[in-house]
């Protein structure tokens, strides 16, 4: 009913003194006042000011020439929201407080934050904390975010790019995190997180291979992703971020998750690139008779491939 009557056109300042009769005027600043003093904590639960403090949050930026209220009852204001007395009304509470922000800039953003965090405001957290140049901490609330963790890649592909004008340390600090919570992040999308590093920072590629090494079906997912586009096509050489061990255990995990698919992904590989000693008792074991024989044939052995191909025949 508030929200209706405050866009009354009644509201707005008069043009003549003898608004009426007698003598009061009544205005937005004039109601939102009266308010504020009748509802106080004395009489009323939180559970009745905070659509109050809400009703105001939401207002004061609609009507910024009709109403003034100070930087103190604004603060409170602001407080009281975060502390809202049930979970159901956080959406409603965290959309009145950015509401509130657009118009009213605390003074010490920081010491806000404790209270953000309690009232897990996560939207706020993140315009602040981007608004402040706190990387590290803004990555942790994508991480942090129940609803919208898959964001994080976006968050990092904006802070990581090239030309984003982060600085060296920056840039450093944000890897930090990155791979102390590599794990968290290869679990919101393993394909997306090998993707997004393969981009931006390849150098990070053995973190998160280690921290999948008991988790062989994700393992296998990052792997696809740096090896195969690159194998028939490309020197992996030429590609620094792909060392010959991920090559390896990218064959191993082939053998148990696509075995039909070895013998082809060999074919295009040079020697070199592979201990064949460690590998083919992987390949051997999942029946990729013709991986074996591709590979001790390529590296010279013929009369050994010769013979494992007869005894397989056999």
Request: charge should be negative; glycine fraction near 2%.
């Amino acid at each position: 009913m508030l929200n209706e009557a405050f866009e009354d056109s009644f509201l707005n300042e008069p043009e003549s003194e003898d608004f009426s009769a007698s003598g009061m005027l009544i205005n937005r600043q004039y109601l939102i006042s009266l308010l504020l003093q009748v509802m106080t904590c004395d009489f009323f639960t939180p559970l009745d000011t905070i659509y109050l403090d809400m009703f105001v949050a939401r207002n004061l930026p609609k009507y910024p020439q009709y109403v003034l209220l100070s930087g103190t009852t604004l603060h409170q204001v602001l407080v009281r929201v975060c502390q809202y007395p049930e979970q159901e009304m956080a959406e409603d509470c965290e959309l009145s407080a950015e509401y509130l922000l657009s118009f009213y800039h605390p003074p010490d953003i920081q010491s806000m934050i404790p209270l953000f965090k309690e009232a897990r405001f996560f939207r706020i957290l993140k315009s602040t904390y981007r608004s402040e140049k706190q990387y590290p901490l803004l990555v942790m609330t994508y991480l942090e975010d129940p609803n919208y963790r898959d964001a994080i890649f976006t968050c990092l592909h904006d802070c990581l790019r090239p030309g984003s004008g982060l600085s060296k340390k920056q840039r450093r600090d944000i890897l930090d995190v990155v791979k102390e919570h590599a794990r968290e992040i290869a679990a919101i999308d393993v394909t997306h997180a090998a993707q997004t590093m393969q981009e931006l920072v390849p150098e990070t590629h053995s973190t998160f291979l280690r921290v999948l090494e008991d988790d062989p079906k994700r393992q296998y997912q990052y792997l696809l992703v740096l090896v195969e586009p690159h194998a028939q096509t490309v020197d992996t050489q030429s590609l620094p971020s792909i060392e010959n061990w991920m090559i390896e255990r990218y064959v191993q995990l082939l053998c148990k998750y696509n075995p039909t698919h070895v013998a082809e992904f060999v074919d295009g590989l040079r020697v070199g690139e592979i201990r064949l000693e460690e590998l083919l008792p992987f390949i051997e074991e999942s029946g990729a008779i013709d991986a074996a024989v591709i590979l001790l044939a390529r590296q010279g052995q013929v009369r050994e491939a010769l013979d494992r191909l007869v005894a397989h025949l056999g």
